[in-house]
């Protein structure tokens, strides 16, 4: 079954302090893997996605296919990533759909 | 113009009503999507047109029409709805074909049934 897990439904850390979102995925063939991020208040967004191997606002993402993984990093959190985290799937045979994790609420304390 | 707009922001009605969501993008993109969000949960797909043709239509119930009149607009007709159809309804576009492409979203319809 084509899968996207957050196990986070909240993380919660201190302005400075590494951050590390989980996603883990299940499915059969080669994925291509995507972040959105929606800020309060502002549109859904996609961050990054795995093929591009950017960096952006900080966040990286590898994906480890031995762990079936995609998980978001940022060495140095910053006030202004609060926002929801989504990580999602897209299947090789559809160009149009996504399978969507749960989400993970980032909340940086000051 | 890299932006989705989409209208209203808020819209209230009731289970008796009609009204209609509107959408529009002008970046040339072919793919055009309806989205439901309710709070703190990721978005749900409900129907996709493609080349202004309806691609696909995740067993969405019929009190939603969607229209797509030409490849920058795209409406969401509404009747008889029910309060449990209260949400965030988001609108997308992307590149049509090929692999997967980015999907540009809109800022969202709060939508409340009464």
């Known amino acids: 079954a084509q899968r996207v897990t957050q196990p986070e439904k909240l993380l919660s850390v201190f302005k400075g302090a590494p951050v590390e979102l989980k996603c883990n995925y299940s499915y059969s063939g080669s994925p291509e893997l995507f972040w959105y991020v929606q800020y309060s208040r502002q549109r859904l967004q996609l961050l990054l996605r795995?093929?591009?191997?950017?960096s952006i606002k900080g966040f990286t993402a590898d994906l480890n296919k031995g762990e079936t993984s995609f998980h978001l990093k940022k060495p140095f959190a910053q006030e202004e990533d609060s926002a929801m985290y989504y990580c999602?799937?897209?299947?090789?045979?559809?160009?149009?759909?996504?399978?969507w994790g749960a989400g993970t609420k980032l909340i940086i304390k000051p | 113009d890299t932006e989705v707009t989409q209208t209203p922001k808020h819209l209230v009605m009731g289970m008796t009503n009609k009204k209609s969501l509107k959408c529009e993008q002008h970046?040339?993109?072919?793919?055009m999507y309806w989205y439901k969000q309710k709070a703190k949960k990721p978005p749900e797909l409900m129907f996709v047109y493609s080349y202004e043709k309806l691609s696909i239509n995740e067993s969405v119930p019929s009190r939603f029409s969607p229209e797509c009149p030409n490849s920058s607009l795209l409406n969401l007709h509404l009747h008889a709805l029910q309060p449990e159809d209260s949400a965030l309804y988001l609108c997308?576009?992307?590149?049509?074909?090929?692999?997967?492409?980015?999907?540009?979203f809109g800022p969202g319809t709060r939508l409340t049934v009464l």
């Open positions: 997308a576009s992307s590149q049509a074909g090929g692999n997967y492409n980015e999907q540009f």
């Open positions: 970046m040339g993109h072919r793919a």
């Open positions: 999602a799937l897209s299947p090789m045979d559809s160009n149009y759909q996504l399978i």
């Open positions: 795995h093929i591009s191997r950017e």
